[in-house]
């Protein structure tokens, strides 16, 4: 029997083959779609008709396979609202094999492929000026425990919000020991044993009933990783009437309160708002004893004030799919502004930016565990832009940023360094006057002049020269390990490529913010 001479190949995504369609599987130079059966031709007058059904029957067999593979990486997202976005035609490595298309950076068809990819994606970009607001009855309805905890109106005379509580518990029973921060961190086991050695000491008696004091922030520094927060946090807990959390970032809003340590480990028990306010106990304690002070007779006011860092709470809306079902063409009902806005409308917010595309690389130094290098980083910056894009073909530019299912499909975290699409989202509900936008580029070359901007922010009286020095002169924190250094700089095809995707994003947030250092067109590498 002849030799049948089938001809299978991957249609090549060049500028004539660009189609708005799924990835496409090309036999005897018949176009197919991959979820279609592959039925092959056949010559009956060479091929019998036996070996023509054995065909049909593998390419039956071949399709299911294929289906079933799709299917199971859908189910393997997570993601229980449908399959959200559709293969971008230029993504060719999550379905098949590298074969012929394997990875090669001097490969000219790759460079001009993800161009073509960001050109894609920047016609696509449009920014929307304001969205439609939930109302407080909605809002509360999603979480009526916290708004029941939460008061409307909190203590006159304090700068910082707090509130006295009721304590109905036990005065003999452990106050943390149900705490889930407690039970998942070895840190804040270490911190409750030390609150709970003082906890009784400061219940206020009043009319034999026990209060405790209870209170938020007064600011939050609220992004973006890999930007200078921790930087940022590590300076301010050195003024004297700044008071943070046990440790950084608590990431309550965003994550810990929907259950959520670590998306790929599913979902937890959820930490009450009780848990996140316990963190706050070390500051309240000395809140309220400037405020017994004052009662007792002194005439100043407390200036103390709590500030809370998570670098998650300004981008990070991942959870929202998971327990909110009514959405607008794929975007989030509910952001966690929404409901920091519904508690605290007067909080400050603090925000630490930087060239976006040294953030990534930074970001993919930090957070990767094996296997680094500026090849491998260029490679899943192609897979990540292709993901993107693909989303883009069905879907808002807005709603492929919060879409959960990209964000977790994509191998570097490229949706965080779109500043503006989540600044935008905050200016619905806070004033410009609440948010101080800062660079990380800025901080790196003159501290002092940065700080000086934060505490005029938080309204925080002048320092001694000596605390100012101390302040603003000690060494920055977090900066970027040794062994991630060694690597060197990704590779300038990368740049280039990254620079021009985000060119758009930061050319809005520059109009926005009316400032255009914004554009990092002159970055420095930090």
């Keep these: 029997m002849t030799q049948m ?9 060049t500028v004539d083959d660009y189609h708005k369609r799924p990835l496409l599987l090309q036999v005897d130079n018949t176009p ?50 449908g399959l959200l976005f559709t293969p971008s035609p230029y993504h060719l490595n999550s ?3 590298p074969g012929p298309f394997a990875f090669n950076l001097s490969s000219v068809r790759h460079y001009a492929h993800i161009k073509l990819v960001v050109k894609s994606i920047k016609s696509k970009v449009g920014f929307r000026s304001s969205r439609q607001l939930p109302e407080l009855k909605a809002l509360m309805r999603s979480d009526p425990h916290m708004f029941s905890v939460i008061p409307r109106k909190f203590l006159h005379g304090l700068k910082n919000p707090c509130w006295y509580e009721e304590f109905t518990g036990n005065i003999t029973t452990d106050p943390y020991k149900m705490n889930l921060y407690g039970r998942y961190s070895r840190r804040f086991r270490t911190v409750f044993q030390h609150l709970r050695s003082t906890f009784y000491h400061h219940l206020l008696h009043r009319n034999r009933r026990l209060y405790r004091m209870r209170c938020l922030p007064y600011f939050y520094i609220i992004g973006q990783p890999k930007c200078g927060t921790t930087d940022l946090y590590d300076r301010l807990r050195l003024h004297p009437d700044v008071k943070f959390t046990t440790f950084k970032e608590p990431h309550w809003w965003t994550r810990k309160r929907f259950g959520i340590i670590r998306l790929s480990e599913g979902l937890h028990d959820r930490y009450p708002v009780e848990d996140y306010l316990d963190l706050f106990d070390q500051a309240a304690y000395q809140i309220q004893g400037e405020l017994t002070t004052n009662i007792s ?15 998650s709470t300004m981008w990070d809306n991942n959870a929202w799919v ?3 079902d009514n959405t607008t063409e794929g975007e989030p009902l509910f952001l966690i502004q ?25 970001d993919y130094l930090y957070f990767g565990i094996a296997n680094k290098s500026a090849e491998d980083f260029h490679e899943k910056v192609s897979e990540s832009l292709q993901l993107f894009e693909g989303c883009l073909m069905e879907y808002t530019m807005r709603s492929c940023v919060y879409n959960t299912t990209v964000n977790n499909a994509m191998p570097v975290r490229l949706q965080v360094g779109l500043y503006i699409v989540y600044l935008i989202d905050w200016l619905t509900v806070f004033s410009k006057e609440q948010i101080l936008v800062l660079r990380l580029e800025d901080h790196a070359s003159n501290r002092k002049y940065t700080m000086h901007k934060v505490f005029d922010f938080l309204n925080l009286g002048s320092l001694s020269k000596e605390m100012e020095s101390q302040i603003t002169r000690s060494p920055a924190s977090n900066t970027r390990r040794p062994a991630d250094k060694n690597l060197g700089p990704m590779l300038p095809i990368t740049k280039e490529i990254l620079q021009d995707f985000y060119k758009p994003f930061n050319e809005k947030l520059a109009k ?7 554009l990092w067109e002159y970055n420095s590498n930090l």
């Design 95 to 97: 379905l098949v094999s």
């Design 512 to 518: 926005v913010l009316r400032n255009d250092s914004f």
């Design 297 to 311: 007779g002194s005439p100043s006011h407390p200036k103390i004030i709590i500030g809370e860092a998570s670098a």
């Design 322 to 324: 998971y327990f909110y």
């Design 338 to 362: 929404d409901f920091i806005h519904a508690v605290q409308p007067e909080a400050r917010f603090i925000v630490m930016l930087r060239d976006p595309v040294e953030r990534l690389y930074s």
């Design 5 to 13: 001479d089938y001809k299978y190949s991957l249609l090549d995504s």
């Design 32 to 81: 197919l779609n991959l979820f279609a059966f592959l039925e092959v031709k056949r010559d009956l007058t060479k091929r019998s008709s036996t070996v023509g059904c054995k065909i049909r029957l593998y390419g039956f067999l071949f399709g299911l396979a294929i289906m079933f593979l799709i299917m199971a990486s859908y189910v393997l997202t997570g993601d229980k609202k």
